[in-house]
């Protein structure tokens, strides 16, 4: 049986393939910062009716001032993210791209690795290297 926190990461794992062919098919008429501009403005009003709807509104002086800083940061890396992705996505097969994008699972692994002190086993490096053989093995022709 799953755990939650597995579920959720499939969740989003499908959502993000969802995000790539409707983002593929919605930037062929739309110059990619509108389109990027357009998916904030769309998060932003899903998100503030989800925490208005579950009663979650909370005053962001209460908030840890370390995490407040680090979620600005994430934020900021989510929005150049999104730029270089809508962008990337306009110009490319999506195939490409996602498969590009998806290198953010190795880059994510190695910086947890470095920075979050968390401790792989040879296996799960193992699948460090197969995850960008498969990256670069859809990319090349």
């Given at each position: 049986?799953l ?13 993000a ?30 998100l ?16 840890d001032?370390?995490?407040?800083i ?14 270089c ?19 953010s ?28 053989c498969?990256?670069?093995?859809i990319i090349?022709?």
């Amino acid at each position: 049986m799953l755990n939650n926190w597995q579920i959720y990461a499939l969740g989003s794992a499908f959502f993000a393939a969802l995000v790539a062919i409707f983002a593929k098919i919605g930037t062929a008429g739309v110059p990619s910062n509108i389109a990027t501009l357009i998916r904030t403005l769309v998060v932003t009003v899903f998100l503030v009716l989800l925490i208005s709807l579950r009663g979650e509104w909370t005053s962001p002086i209460s908030v840890d001032k370390k995490g407040i800083i680090f979620l600005i940061l994430s934020g900021i890396a989510t929005g150049l993210s999104w730029i270089c992705y809508f962008r990337a996505l306009q110009i490319g097969p999506a195939s490409g791209v996602v498969s590009l994008d998806r290198l953010s699972l190795i880059f994510a692994v190695c910086l947890a690795a470095l920075f979050l002190g968390e401790h792989l086993s040879w296996q799960q490096w193992g699948g460090v290297v197969l995850m960008t053989c498969g990256a670069l093995l859809i990319i090349l022709k």
